[in-house]
């Protein structure tokens, strides 16, 4: 996975980290009330955790001196192969240099997510085959919806 592709999925974290396609092997995947529930505590802590790691990387763009929606802007130009990047110099380095100090904390990151999903009682891969399931099942996003509303 590109830099740019492992930043965007940090930045529009839905609670999945490191997510592989899993749709087809997630078919017919049966998942107990008592994993939706582990499930749910623990996708309640990613998403905590991932709003930490969105303010930090904000923090981060900010003290290289650019504004948050001028890097998206650039980000988004980088990531796309049919079009070309519209940065002044010193913009391109101050951008190099984020995505370096960002790139730098992913690590960090990724292990309190996955402690977080580990502490809820649910092994990281199990957490990630549900979440995938979950996008496409609506019968297990109202089974979810229902534990999370009681």
């Known amino acids: 996975m590109s830099t740019v592709k492992k930043i965007k999925v940090l930045f529009l ?5 490191g997510m592989t396609s899993m749709f087809a092997q997630t078919e017919n995947m049966k998942v107990t009330d008592a994993e939706l ?7 309640q802590s990613v ?4 709003q930490k790691a969105q303010q930090q990387m904000m923090g981060v763009i900010q003290e290289e001196g650019m504004d948050v929606a001028r890097f998206s802007e650039i980000q988004k130009a980088e990531a796309n192969p049919n079009q070309e990047v519209e940065a002044t110099e010193a913009e391109m380095k101050s951008y190099k240099t984020i995505m370096a100090d960002i790139e730098k904390m992913q690590p960090m990151i990724e292990q309190k997510m996955e402690a977080h999903v580990t502490d809820a009682g649910l092994e990281v891969e199990r957490y990630q085959a549900i979440a995938s399931r979950l996008q496409s099942d609506q019968d297990l996003q109202n089974r979810l919806r ?5």
């Open 13 to 17: 974290l839905f609670g999945i980290f």
């Open 146 to 150: 229902s534990l999370v509303t009681q």
């Open 37 to 43: 529930e582990k499930f749910a505590t623990a996708f």
């Open 47 to 50: 998403q905590m955790e991932s």
